[in-house]
């Protein structure tokens, strides 16, 4: 690893684990919560949780899992760039999306609305809530007991209410602070990952086209690129093309606009960067470029119908799932039923959160699919 900046998250200087541990030999804290996040119960199931596209529809469409580890690889490039720890942006990359529900952002919406009355759910408490208490390996304590740096980084949102029970993890929300410069690393590696594999997806899919495509200033720029430096490519290539010059150029934009904004920040260490507003962003011009291409997504790719119909078929499926649980906890696995008698609604949040998309639809199947019974 280069030489770190001064304000960059240093692990020998970390805020620590909520239980206390010997330092790891051979490795670094970051290296050790990136380890555990690997490891987990909760990361392999991302292999088989939605992007965009549930996961029986095709074999070559992104998932949680290798969205996650695109993340990674964006984010590190960006750390190493810029002096700051890449084994942590690594951590809060890898851990991002591990409290996410089945069937992407619909699942979400649906769990929220059923658990409106009783907290609500957002993913990236619920990320927060697996590192910290839901996974079950350690004999000592209940979690991954992560250090303070990457749980900081795995909560990129959360309302004041419940910044008000997470302590000193809460504190930089009710203040108006920010996170260490590793965590708004990791939140923007995150959008260029997903806005660009998107359009990827998308584009293979056959719900975008290339023509629909033209109006996004960013995609056309690199499309006309690569078809006058390439002008007998086609299919694929001609795609893959243009969309890692797409990504390419986010990067180096967002790199040097933060070296700009560091600069004259000035931070002197990780608790100055935090006491002041975020300074990881895109230049102006890209940062409208990245919001055209957000709508349009949104409007052509998100709310096409045949994924609306998909996620209309999510919400049915979990909320037939919430509301049968809610009804009979003893519908749940052991585990969950000893959890429910002291919090039934959160319980079954944890339980619908934690299934991957198949695993869902097996279980609405089990619960409510009507066997045929030939007459005798």
Do not use: W
């Not at 979990?318 to 429910?340: I, K, N, T, V």
């Not at 097996?362 to 019974?373: I, K, M, S």
């Amino acid at each position: 690893m280069l030489e770190l900046a001064p304000y960059a998250a240093h692990p020998e200087r970390s805020r620590g684990r909520r239980y206390a541990e010997a330092p790891p030999a051979g490795r670094n804290e970051f290296q050790r919560d990136r380890d555990r996040i690997i490891h987990s119960t909760a990361f392999r199931r991302l292999e088989y949780k939605t992007q965009v596209f549930v996961n029986h529809e095709g074999d070559l469409f992104r998932t949680r899992l290798t969205h996650s580890l695109e993340v990674a690889q964006i984010g590190r490039g960006i750390a190493r760039n810029l002096a700051l720890h890449e084994d942590l942006v690594e951590a809060i990359t890898l851990a991002h999306d591990l409290g996410h529900t089945p069937f992407g952002h619909a699942g979400q919406e649906v769990l929220n609305e059923c658990m409106k009355d009783y907290g609500g759910f957002e993913h990236n408490l619920q990320s927060l809530r697996v590192v910290d208490e839901l996974e079950q390996k350690y004999a000592a304590f209940d979690g991954l007991n992560l250090t303070f740096e990457t749980r900081e980084g795995i909560l990129k949102h959360c309302s004041r209410e419940n910044a008000r029970r997470l302590g000193e993890l809460g504190e930089r929300f009710l203040k108006g602070h920010s996170p260490s410069l590793e965590a708004q690393v990791a939140n923007l590696a995150d959008e260029i990952a997903y806005n660009n594999h998107d359009v990827d997806d998308g584009l293979r899919s056959g719900l975008i086209t290339l023509e629909q495509l033209s109006q996004v200033t960013l995609f056309q720029r690199y499309f006309d690129q690569v078809r006058t430096l390439y002008p007998a490519l086609t299919g694929r290539r001609l795609i893959h093309e243009t969309v890692r010059r797409m990504i390419n150029a986010q990067i180096t934009d967002l790199c040097t606009q933060s070296r700009r904004n560091i600069q004259e920040a000035a931070p002197c260490d990780i608790d100055a960067v935090r006491a002041q507003a975020p300074l990881i962003a895109f230049s102006p011009t890209m940062q409208q470029e990245q919001l055209e291409l957000k709508r349009f997504l949104r409007d052509n790719l998100y709310r096409h119908y045949r994924v609306n119909r998909m996620s209309n078929k999510a919400g049915r499926i979990l909320r037939d799932l919430f509301h049968a649980f809610f009804d009979d906890p003893g519908l749940m696995p052991e585990e969950f039923q000893a959890r429910a008698k002291f919090d039934k609604p959160r319980a079954i949040a944890d339980y619908i959160a934690g299934m991957t998309d198949r695993y869902a639809i097996l279980e609405h199947r089990r619960l409510f699919a009507v066997e045929y019974q030939p007459s005798l």
